[in-house]
């Protein structure tokens, strides 16, 4: 069976993608695929290059903001988004997407054209880069003619490249699903910028999920995108949460024994 797994974007919340990941670690699910945005980019990009996963656990507990603010002029966005690169490339080097030990997809989106680019070739730190380009906030992203910004203004959660790529089963993991009380004001531009930005996700979120066979969804209220230092607690909530979702018959399921008794169409998990 090939399985694949999408990871959303979500800022800080993307951490829990490493709890999702350790779960399906511990119970031997092989994955044939991954599909990334923003947040799950990097995740994914990391994993998919072979790192640890308790290397990338250290790497998201030991990560500051400061690591990546530099202040631009604002003509195209608030913070240089070379600087992420930068830090992907450290740890990953100068990685082609052929070079990569699981096959990876990521989205952006081309802001000249209005249209979702799936990035599967050349550097992936550069598409990472992109993917994680939140407009008004990070740099645009230059590459092959296009001006490169983050993929959830369209698909916050790729499921459906993964679909698209043939896989039998797809589980997503959405670290926005949690539904949202706008009680509180924001505090500042950054904060301003992405509420604005979730709400747009917030409305295209039921079309995503529909390619989605199984939807891991974190328990992560209260949380805010921007806060780095719940590093742990966002790895334990991603971690709970597969689990529940993948419970007994599930993982049976994904490894082949009676997933196909109940065809391609089986849902769980809504």
């Not at 995740?43 to 530099?70: Q, R, T």
């Not at 030990?101 to 952006?108: C, E, V």
């Not at 997503?172 to 904060?191: H, M, S």
Request: charged share 20%.
């Amino acid at each position: 069976m090939k399985i694949g797994l999408a990871l959303s974007g979500g800022v800080a919340r993307g951490i829990a993608h490493i709890g999702v990941l350790k779960y399906l670690e511990e119970q031997h699910i092989k994955l044939s695929c991954l599909a990334g945005t923003s947040a799950g980019s990097i995740i994914a990009g990391l994993y998919c290059a072979g790192i640890p996963l308790d290397d990338i656990e250290k790497i998201a507990l030991s990560f500051s903001w400061k690591d990546l603010f530099k202040l631009t002029l604002p003509r195209y966005g608030l913070v240089d988004s070379t600087l992420l690169e930068k830090l992907i490339k450290s740890y990953i080097g100068d990685i082609n997407f052929s070079e990569l030990k699981i096959p990876l997809l990521i989205n952006a989106v081309d802001l000249l054209k209005g249209e979702e680019v799936i990035l599967d070739s050349g550097l992936v730190a550069v598409a990472i880069r992109a993917s994680c380009a939140i407009p008004g906030i990070f740099t645009p992203v230059k590459t092959n003619g296009r001006l490169l910004v983050d993929g959830g203004v369209l698909d916050n959660v790729p499921a459906r490249l993964l679909k698209e790529k043939g896989m039998d089963m797809v589980v997503a993991v959405d670290v926005n699903a949690a539904e949202k009380k706008l009680t509180e004001a924001p505090q500042n531009i950054f904060e301003v910028l992405i509420q604005a930005y979730e709400i747009i996700q917030w409305n295209q979120r039921r079309a995503c999920h529909s390619y989605a066979d199984l939807l891991v969804k974190p328990a992560l209220n209260g949380i805010s995108a921007w806060d780095v230092s719940q590093g742990s607690l966002l790895i334990e909530r991603g971690y709970e949460a597969c689990r529940q979702t993948l419970s007994g018959p599930v993982l049976k399921k994904m490894r082949g024994g009676f997933f196909s008794k109940f065809g391609r169409g089986w849902r769980s998990g809504r």
